[in-house]
Each structure stands twice: as structure tokens, then as C-alpha cells.
């Protein structure tokens, strides 16, 4: 039945110059669902959807919403028809009440003046189900709220199919389980949701069809995700077999070469933490329970933070800066590339040689020949994948991204790496290199400490796991045999939350 | 723990808008990044038809004379610009340091040399406290320069009482003075300004860590860079550059008006950004600077050399800077990177 579905592309071609985005894609979305689009960086998930949402129009094609043929419509158009792009930056103006930001620029109004007072009774009616305050300033929403206000907006504003572009970025597990809840709620209120995502985990969590696309071209349309398990996916999306890598732990090599000592912060309050020599060790544990806050303590990232960081039984204070933790022989990847990890107008080279300045510089004057050879060096090792090295690093993919940060990590020959959120929106298949080029590091006997909330991610790859509650390591446990179910359990029966937390579903 | 989103204006250079530039040819792109020398030649070629004037000896050094003052400046004015801050004192800076100088010649007596070193060595640390100010204090520069602009304005008022400083010393004079072989020596310092500059950019350590500062201060302090250091040295340089200006606008103009150098300060924070500085930082070279700095002092020597009353000049010379920062906006739109 055609009527099903709320918006049918057919046949959609979309050419940038030379280059083909789309070769040629059709898609349906039922109406009431929410329906996942999967695909590597570049396979033209964003150009499908800014199609959808009238950002940028198809080179041919057909489309229909509610059955109704769609010409030459734009942004405005689609919106009026229901259709609203929701972008990972939240578009919320923070010195604003939730209720100015769920009206913005359709604030009610008399000759002129915002009627404030009906514009509150409005939002609460509207808000009462979400369970947000419309008085409250915008700027003390939690992310998952401002993800949560977004949506709202498009549907107050009438969206009948809120696309999400990655809308899980940057949130924890119960972020993400709370957004999903939230996102049920309104497909029983027969909205749509067109779902970008890189993890196969919330593709099957949460919609009920999915669609991928591979370079332009769709691979599998509305494929009901309940046939479906993770590695099908990824076999979708890459287009061959997807091996899972997978760390060979051997439990008793190396010397203890770096003992963590009695670290003390607001919230953090670490007595002792042995780490060998090449191991792999990952920090988990709910959300400000401390795992994130030692990493960066550890790389001089929380100035307030004391304690010890002793090198093979020589003491040493907690690096006060980054600078100096570099000196020292530890090297950190941000959490969030765009705040503080890439500097995205400069170019790759400069991007890569970014902390190891001393080693391709003699008297304060850069070699430019030394800095070409670093470059070339990693491009090779880490397959950087880009024009040129004078290539804005912005301009790159976020798995390419990331490969120059970690270049530029590795180019400072560490002797402690703490890697935060690794894989965090990059593809399956630079996911897996990534892996494999931690584990290369390893073997090279660099320390390793990885932060992730992708805990199956986590025990693929350490050897041990430091189990954070309330500021405290509460428990360090060999990663062999754990399953992600324990660490949750470990982490939620040792807290206090554990009333609350053990309801929640694990991921 | 990440329920703080960013104030950085990372988003301003969000990948999308990068990649957009993919369309433009390198040839366009290297078009757009010297629109500010293409805007320069034809506004050249226009005051020269419109004079013959124009294109004498005598005008080509009276232009590059003049361009010197406003070059040095020029450049002081980029390097805080350049790490995503502003300096609005350097003009200040540049008048009221000359005085000092030029005082303590005339009224204790010291030795030129050692005189113009006090003023430099003062616009020096004038520009090495606004950094302190701006980083251990984490005052926002453009309300903190502001500041103290007004404070240098009054403190040079207050050290002439009014008056103006003349009478120097002929080794005071002699380098706004000296001419070899007709050519004044003026435009040699800028030549050597502009060239120091553009090896401090390209080949230095500290360069790369003003750009990278600029670009991204949470990423470069994450990367290892000391920014508040990288920004303290940048208002030190700044200042020293802009007391080196302050010397030589004397030593040409011989005298130090109690309002010296005022007429400077918007001319030397346009320059830059007609060149293709960005007021957010990290973005800039220095052709652009000097193609920015030659291009205010052609509109402002050819109104003059054609004859535009001079009830005009202002107004005319405003409206050519208008149009270089709107071509100038075109080129940033369409992707044109530094």
C-alpha cells in the first residue's frame, strides 16, 4: 500500500561537478517508524537527507511525500510540508528560555511585542509529556535535553519525519537509552524518524527498518532490522566480511612501569593503579564516576588534580599542564575532535607535527625537510586517506581525522597513551584499523589507556578493565570472560544508584 | 561531562563549509587569496591615468615612505589578531612611547640611542602587560585595549601637557630624514619588517604555534602548546613593533604631537584584514599584510594626488576600504583559505 509511507524517493541521481554522490537511490519511510540510514563517511547518507529535507536539490529523481509529488521544493517548502533536518550541532541559543528556543522565530505575537505569558501556557501544554520546563534557561540543559528541544521545535513547528543526524553523538548511555525512550514515544504518535548512525547497536535498538548506502549507491532499502543482527550490517555497509578484531591478552608480560598514586580531585580519588608495560588497560564507568576525570588528570588536563605518577619507581608529580605530560612521555586524544582536537583551517602536515614541533625544528626553526618526512611516515602508516598533505584537515573525513590526530599522538613517541573515545563516529572499517594500530602500539611496549562507553568495543581490545564508581577504581578485573553485562552490573550494584540504574537497559 | 557545549567558533569552520570550497578551481583560489593585490593594481592604474603625478619617482618613495609607518603598525596589529585576540593600544602605544623617548632625550639628557630604546623598551612592556592582562587575568582583549588606549591617548596628553615635542636631536632624525642616492631609508625597514614577519610565520616553531593558538586554543593547549605564553609573546611583539613605529613616525615627522598617532589605529587593524587576516584568528600571511597596508596607503595618497577636496577624502577612502573588506568577504564565502 502506497499510502504507507510518508516519503518515497525514487531514482535519485545527484551529480557535484563530476563527482556522483547519488547513483540512482530510492527510499521509503513508513509512516509511525523510525527507520535507520547507515553507510561510511562519503557513501552520501548527508546527501540523501539534504535532498529529503530540501537543503540541496537532486540532479533527477522523483519524490513523493504523502503521496504527494514533490518539484523543486526547498528548505521552507519541506518544513511546511513536515520534513525537518535535525543536525548534530544543537541549535539552541543558550541565554534563551526552553520556551524561546522551542518557538524561535515564531514566537507569538502583538504588533510587534512577544506575549510572553501565552507563549508559556503554550510550551508548558507542549512540554508537559517531555518533561522539560519551559522557564528554564537553555543554557543549564543537559545535552541530551537540548537533543530532546530540538526535536520538539521540529515538531511543534508541525514535523511529521524529524530527520536525526547522528543525535547520539556525545551522549552517555543513559543519555542515549532516555533519547530512544523519548523517540518510542513520539512514533506511537505516528511521527517519523529518519536515523543516521555509525553504531549497528542503536540501529537494532531502535528503528524498525534500515537502508544502507555504499558509494553512492543503495545497497539495501527498508530492510526490517528485526532479520537483521550487528554483523550483517557491517557487512551491508563495507561490502565484504568484517573480522571484529580481537586482542591476544597475555596476562603476564611486561614490568609495572607506571604506578598512579594517591591522585586526589574534586570527585576523583584514586590510592594506587599499576600499569604495565605494553598494556592495554580501559577506564569504564558511568558517567562522572571518575574514568574520564583520571585520564585527564593523568595528561595535566585538570590543574586542581594531586598525586603521583611514578615511571619505573621514579616519583613523579601529575603533569600541571599538557606541555609538560608530553615531556614526560604521554600522549592524549580528545574526546571531541572539533573542541580540542583538530585545528580544522590548518592543514594536515601542520596538524600532524603539531606536538612534536622540538623534533622537526633545530634553534626554533622548523626543517622542512624532517617535517616532510614525518608526514610521510604516518601517511603511510595510518593509509591517510586525502588530496594532499596541504589539505585542510577539516576538509577530511572524521576517520581521516582522527588518523592525523592519532599521527600526531604516535609522532611524539609516547610511553603512555590514554585515548578517549577512539572510534567515536568513525566508520566500521577504519574502526578496525584504529584497533589494530592501538594493538601494534602496544607491542612496541607503549602503555595504553582507553576510555570508552563502548564497553564490547572496550573488551575486544584491553587487557584489563578499571571499573570506576564515584570517583574510586573499585574494581580492575582481566578483560578475558568479561561480558559487557558484568561491567554494567559491577558498575551499577557498586553504586548507589543501583535502585534507579538497574532498570535501565544495557546500552 | 560533556553537558558543556563549546564557546569555541569552531562551528565557523565546520567540515561542511570547507569542503564546499572543493568546487573552486586552484586557479580561482589563488585569485581570491590576492584579490587585495589585484584590488591594489587597479586602484594604481586608476589614480595614474587620473594623474600622471602618480606614476613619478617622487610619489612611488612618498608611498612607500608612508607605507612604513602603517606597515610596522600593520604587522603589530596582526600578531594578536593572529592568535584570536585584538589590540586597539597599539596606536596609543605608538604615540605615547615615542614621547617617552623622545623626553628622555631632550629633558634627561640621555644619549639618543639609549633614549630610543626607553621607548621601545616601554612600548615593549606596555604591549607585555596587556598579554599578562589577558591571559593570567582573562580580561577580553577588545575592552581591555580599549582601556588602555584610552589611558595611553590621556597619558600622552598629560606627559606634553598639549604641547608638541620638537627640537630632536639630528641622530633622532636621521633615519626618517636620510635619503641614499635620492631613495629615502625609510622603506627599508618595512622591507625588512615584512620579511622578519614572514620568516617568524613560515619557518618558525613560534609561528606554527600562533597559527595553531589561533585556529584552535582548546586544541593547540591539548597539543601541547603553552597558549597563554604563545599569547603573551604575541602582545610583547606587538608592542615592540609598534613602539619601533612610534620612533620612526617621529624621527620622520619630527615632532610628537599630544595627539600622535591617534589618526593610525583603524588603519592599522584594517590592513590586516583587508589582507586576509582573520579577526578570528589563525589565518593570515604576510603578502596579504603588506598588499592590505599598500592598498590604504594608495587610496590615501591618490585622493590626495588627484585632487579630491579634502572635504572627500575621508569619506571616499572609507567607502574603497568598504568595498576591499566586502570583495574580501566574497573570497572568504567562497572558501578561499589563507
Redesign the interface.
Known sequence: MADDYLIEVDDCIKRYGGVVALKGVSLRVRKGSVHGLLGENGAGKSTLVKIIAGIVQATSGTMRFNGEEIVDADVKAMEEKGVFLVTQEPMIVEPMTVADNLMLGRWPARSGFVRDRHMMALATSFLEEANLDPRRLASTLSVVEKRKLNILRALHSGGKLIILDEPTTALTMADKHQLFTFMKQLRAQSVSFLFISHYNEEILEICDEVSVLRDGQMIGQGQVVSHLDSSALSEMVIGRDVHLFKRVTDEAKGDVVWTLRDVRASGLSVDRLDIRKGEIIGFAGLPGSGAKELGRAIYGLMPSARGFLDESGVAHALPRDPAEALRTGIAFLSEDRLRDGIIAIQSIAENMTLSSLPAVSRFGWVSRSAERQLVEKFWRLFAVKAASHAAPLGSLSGGNQQKVLLSRLVATEPRLVILNEPTRGIDVGVKEEVHRLVDDLSHRGVSVIIITSDIEEMLRIVDRVALFVDGRISAIEPAHGLTKEDVFEMAYSASDRSVSASHQPLH | ???K??V?P??A???G???K???ASPSVQLLLKYVVWIWLVGLVIVFGLLNKFFFTTSNLQNILTQATVLGLLGLAASLPLLVGEIDLSIAGNMGISSAIGALAILQLHMPTFLGVIVGVGAATLIGFFNGLCITRLRMVSLIETLGMMIILQGGLLAITQGATITDFTDAYTWVGQTTVGGWPVMPLVLFVGFIGMAVLLR???????L??TG??A?????????VNKVKIVAFTLSGFIAGIAGYFLASWQMAITSDQGEGFLLYSIAAPIIGGVSVFG??GDTWGILGGVLLLTVIHVGLAVVNVPSFYVDMIGGFLIFIAVAVDAIRVGMGG??
Not at chain 2, 619557518?203 to 604555534?209: D, I, L, S
Not at chain 2, 582548546?218 to 603553552?226: F, K, L, P, S, T
Open positions: 561531562m560533556n553537558t557545549t563549546s569555541m569552531t562551528v569552520v565546520a567540515p563549509a570547507v569542503a570550497n572543493a568546487g619557518r618558525t616553531v613560534f609561528g606554527r604555534k597559527y595553531a585556529g584552535n582548546a586544541a593547540a593547549h591539548v597539543a601541547g602548546i603553552r589563525g589565518r583559505t589563507r
